[in-house]
């Protein structure tokens, strides 16, 4: 018999030790929004505060700590469709919006999280009011992309006035396959990562691929570096054997509140990343078939000193923010 819900939630956080507690807020009111910039132009990314993620079970994440243990109705969550698109800063740059990457700190797709009629209602307002969006990313896990959803994704947007292409996006996290089951117990196999770019080729859609550098405390800096280093072969020759255009979207790892990662930053035994290390492994990508966006934003869930930015690395960020705009890897040249 399938568990409820709020009880698969519970017995995530249960199986690997989390500590945090759940959001409760406004449920007509989104969980956050921000500008970005990406190689697209100016980005706008939502997260949607929804019932949380129904996995629940990766070791170094907290963002359903951001969600609500319990169900979040889609009358709701259309209202905060509406009040994104009603934020003053928002609203004077609707013109000006040239991607749009969706969250609610799990899986869109999700509709037991995410109800299909909140999803229709999202999809034909991004329609109406943003006539310069050229991309929108969805999050999700691989499990909950279907058929159907595709290919009414798909009807929406040839529905617009100008063209616009649709990216999906899902956690990877790592490549090293006992790191990502074994250790941070992501779920998520090979197989099930090809039958994903299968069955989005016939859609032309894209695939972003999410990425935490040194996401376990058992890695080296070295052996961080090489995971994200193989992870951009595997990436690459996969959007050439299935036709997908793919881009890793690489996050440098925070020890995150809450978490078994942020217990091992307090007792010593887990450093983050060097940010150094995070541009001589996205140096890698160079000449690749794929397209590299750097994480630079730990969304204020990281314990304190538990960031990847350190004293001294505003240049640095200053550059990876540059390289996120313009993918030119000649600023990454000194890291190569």
């Known amino acids: 018999m399938a568990l409820d819900p709020k009880d ?29 910039n990406t190689e697209e132009g100016l980005g706008l990314f ?32 259309i209202e905060q469709v509406d009040a994104v698109f009603a934020i003053p800063e928002i609203r004077g740059k609707l013109g000006e919006i040239d991607k749009v990457i969706l969250s609610n700190n799990g899986s869109m797709l999700d509709e037991i999280t995410f109800p299909s009629t909140a999803l229709f209602h999202l999809m034909v307002q991004l329609n109406c009011l943003l006539p310069k969006m050229n991309s929108v990313c969805l999050e999700t896990r691989p499990e909950y ?5 595709l290919a009414l994704l798909d009807r929406l ?18 490549f090293d396959e006992t790191i990502r089951n074994e250790v941070f117990v992501k779920g998520l196999s090979l197989p099930v990562f090809e039958k994903l770019l299968e069955r989005m080729r016939p859609y032309g859609y894209g695939l972003k691929c999410y990425f935490m550098q040194k996401p376990v405390p058992s890695m080296s800096e ?44 307090q007792k010593g035994e887990y450093t983050p990343p ?25 969304e204020g869930l990281a314990v304190p000193g538990g960031s990847f930015i350190r004293p001294g690395d505003k240049a640095l960020v200053a550059r990876l923010d540059e390289f996120n705009k313009t993918q030119n890897f000649d600023l990454l040249e000194e890291y190569a």
């Open 157 to 174: 947007l040839k529905e617009r006035e100008s063209d616009c292409h649709m990216e999906l996006a899902i956690g990877f996290e790592a």
């Open 46 to 77: 939502v997260v949607f505060y929804t019932l949380a993620c129904r996995w629940n079970r990766c070791l170094g994440c907290n963002l359903p700590s951001m969600s609500s243990l319990e169900k979040v109705h889609f009358k709701d969550i």
């Open 8 to 36: 698969q939630i519970l017995a995530g956080s249960e199986r690997v030790d989390k500590t945090f507690s759940f959001n409760t807020q406004d449920p007509t009111q989104p969980a956050q929004w921000w500008f970005q």
């Open 274 to 298: 060097q940010l150094e290390s995070v541009a001589k492994a996205a140096a890698s990508a160079k000449g690749k078939g794929l397209s590299l966006f750097i994480g630079l934003f730990d």
């Open 145 to 149: 992309v279907d058929w159907d959803e």
């Open 222 to 265: 070295e052996e961080a570096i090489d995971d994200i280093k193989a992870a951009i072969d595997y990436l690459s020759s996969s959007s050439d054997k299935f036709g997908v255009p793919i881009n890793m979207h690489l996050n440098p790892t925070y020890a995150a509140k809450g978490t078994p990662l942020a217990s091992s930053f």
